[in-house]
């Protein structure tokens, strides 16, 4: 960490970096960091915004491509192609340690802990809010690394999109968005087709792995007189992935719902509530030389108050009740309840800003668990300093409470600490961040899961931005120490270096392009494999054919890099991609 510390000054102290660079992306509010609404400079936390913008300018097919291109502290594994199992680890922790939330919704599966990434399609997203590091005094469980929230697509007026490339990929998208009297409504739906790759063997002409896969989002948002509103918001997704199991025709069928209805009323000039009603469903069911149905249900209710003491502070209290239920067929059926009370208070004393928040979850298998979190904030010169402390905790999965012969319902929740500095100053921003986890579960030699493991991961991400005539230029470096402290030995498919370079500008009035750049250091596997360092190279244009109409390219891995996320499973060469979009 010390060799890290004299670039980081050199940063903080230098003015002329940042004379080009543009606030946009620090002005756009999120909501994600404190469950209330502020600006990305306002934040205390290590935050990053994905704008529709950025995601119509990466035309990106991968969400966890896009993730990862834009955002520091990111990895990810996929078993093959589109749909197939993948796993996404923030700052260095398991998969199941960051919480993804749609629309307020928790969307992970509750037997494996993990969310489905393969349904959720980029056309369907308006925005998505990361905020890195412990959240757990806010959110409760799986929130070690830290939370992703996807917002759903707000489409307005008619919108249509079709498009097709390699592996025999075809993709067509169509959204409307419009007002009744005072309502506005949004309805989005993507249906796309693939003929894949082989995922085991991505040279085989004669074993492709297909994907089918359609989603829908419809959102409606209505005032109820002067001071409150209501909004409802549904997203589903479903997919059929094919892939190698050693027999012909092994295919999975997935589906993703999440519903969640919010009464927001200003209850006087200086309290606000909301009231919000969830629901999410994760299904899974494999057809196989063995099959398998699973499925895990999330019912949330929550109740939180926006207090305003003063101009300079908000105090946050609320409740939560989710109540969880999973199954698997033929193996356990259980359902769980968890009840919550969280608090928060912001405020600014002699020019520090200070952010403190307190939650005590109840849980119905493991019972209370009590997390905390401090921000600091102070401004300097430009820029601001920040500095947070957090615990934060992972409730055992489903699978590894009651799974038949292969569960240990005396599991106790993983815990964390972690602990960052930071520097944000116009599009810059850099965090050291140190984040120890205890009671880390594993497998025993009789292949129980035991609490018996501890990790630590050490790191340092930097983001800059700036433009360059009418190119816009961001950059985002991680350099991190995951380790799992138990065996002395490199958390698995977690690389130590990470890059990426995003390029996006006007070549001519009516025509975009943009260049991206992953780059991706070595990485331990499985059976003491090594995952080989990997950098990709992905081209994008666009032109305006007229008011309505554009045409888009997308050429991925253009250098055509061998490499694998997974040992032992193939991924993508060469491919290209070709849209046209009516947008009026």
Do not use: C
């Amino acid at each position: 960490m010390k060799k890290v510390l004299l670039p980081l000054a050199a940063l903080i102290m230098s003015n002329s970096l940042y004379a080009e660079t543009s606030n946009e992306d620090n002005d756009a509010i999120i909501v994600t960091a404190t469950r209330t609404a502020q600006t990305v400079n306002d934040s205390l936390a290590s935050v990053t915004v994905i704008s529709r913008d950025k995601i119509e300018s990466s035309q990106s097919n991968n969400v966890l491509e896009l993730l990862q291109s834009h955002s520091v502290g990111i990895d990810f594994t996929q078993s093959g192609g589109p749909g197939t199992q993948s796993s996404l680890f923030m700052r260095g922790t398991e998969s199941d340690h960051t919480l993804v939330l749609i629309d307020g919704v928790r969307a992970s599966s509750i037997t494996t802990g993990a969310f489905n990434w393969g349904n959720l399609p980029a056309e369907q997203i308006e925005r998505i809010e990361i905020v890195r590091g412990a959240q757990s005094a806010l959110y409760g469980s799986d929130a070690i690394g830290g939370v992703i929230q996807i917002f759903t697509r707000k489409t307005s007026g008619p919108q249509v999109s079709f498009s097709g490339g390699s592996y025999n990929t075809w993709k067509g998208m169509i959204g409307t968005g419009g007002r009744i009297g005072e309502a506005s409504y949004h309805l989005n739906v993507t249906q796309t087709d693939s003929e894949g790759f082989s995922a085991t063997n991505p040279d085989s002409e004669n074993d492709k792995d297909g994907y089918e896969a359609r989603s829908i989002t419809a959102s409606l948002d209505s005032p109820i007189g002067n001071s409150a509103a209501l909004s409802i918001q549904l997203f589903q997704g479903d997919n059929q992935v094919e892939f190698d199991a050693g027999s012909v025709g092994s295919y999975t069928d997935n589906t993703n719902r999440t519903v969640n209805a919010k009464l927001s009323w200003d209850t006087t000039d200086n309290w606000q509530q909301h009231f919000s009603l969830g629901s999410s469903t994760d299904h899974s069911e494999t057809f196989s030389i063995w099959t398998d149905d699973i499925t895990s249900r999330t019912r949330t209710l929550n109740w939180q108050n926006d207090l305003q003491l003063g101009e300079q502070s908000l105090l946050t209290v609320g409740a939560e009740q989710f109540k969880t239920t999973g199954e698997n067929s033929g193996n356990f059926n259980k359902t769980v309840k968890n009840d919550a009370l969280f608090a928060q208070y912001q405020t600014s004393l002699s020019a520090i800003d200070l952010n403190i928040g307190l939650r005590e979850d109840d849980n119905g298998q493991y019972g209370t668990h009590a997390t905390g979190h401090i921000g600091l904030g102070k401004a300097l010169g430009s820029g601001r300093m920040f500095f947070n402390h957090g615990t934060a905790f992972k409730a055992p999965g489903f699978n590894n409470l009651y799974y038949p012969f292969f569960s240990n319902p005396d599991l106790k929740p993983e815990e964390s600490t972690s602990s960052e500095i930071g520097y944000r100053q116009g599009k810059l921003q850099v965090s050291l961040f140190d984040t120890r986890i205890e009671q880390l579960i594993a497998l025993d030699a009789f292949w129980i899961p035991q609490n018996i493991e501890k990790a630590k991961v050490q790191g340092l991400e930097l983001e800059y931005g700036f433009i360059l005539g009418e190119w816009d230029i961001n950059t985002g470096l991680t350099l991190q120490d995951p380790k799992n402290e138990t065996n002395d030995s490199q958390l698995l498919r977690r690389a130590k270096q990470k890059l990426f370079v995003n390029i996006n500008g006007s070549v001519t009035e009516k025509l975009r392009s943009g260049i991206t750049i992953n780059h991706v250091g070595e990485r331990d596997d499985v059976g003491g494999i090594k995952l080989n360092t990997y950098t990709l190279l992905n081209l994008t244009g666009s032109l305006q054919l007229s008011d309505e109409y554009s045409l888009n390219a997308r050429i991925e891995n253009l250098l055509d890099e061998e490499y694998e996320l997974v040992s032992g499973y193939g991924t993508a060469g060469r491919s290209a991609y070709i849209s046209l979009q009516y947008k009026p």
